[in-house]
């Protein structure tokens, strides 16, 4: 799993997807170097984090999954 280096101290602010519902919530808090990604419903199971390049990509691919 990617980490944030460690001099991005800032705590990281998650904010709620607009394509989330009740069933599906996904959060997302973004970064200089990327993006961490969690379960809303579950936020204290932790969060994935992705480099820029990998957040990017992720994504251009829904984008073009039309989802």
Known sequence: MYSPPQSDSR???FRKSSYSN?????EVAEF????AVRDSMNPG????????TEWV???????????
């Open 45 to 52: 199971q932790g969060h994935l984090s992705l480099p820029a």
């Open 22 to 26: 009740p069933q599906n919530c996904v």
């Open 57 to 67: 990509a992720f994504l251009e691919a829904v984008k073009r999954a039309g989802l």
């Open 11 to 13: 705590p990281l602010v």
């Open 32 to 35: 200089h170097v990327g993006a």
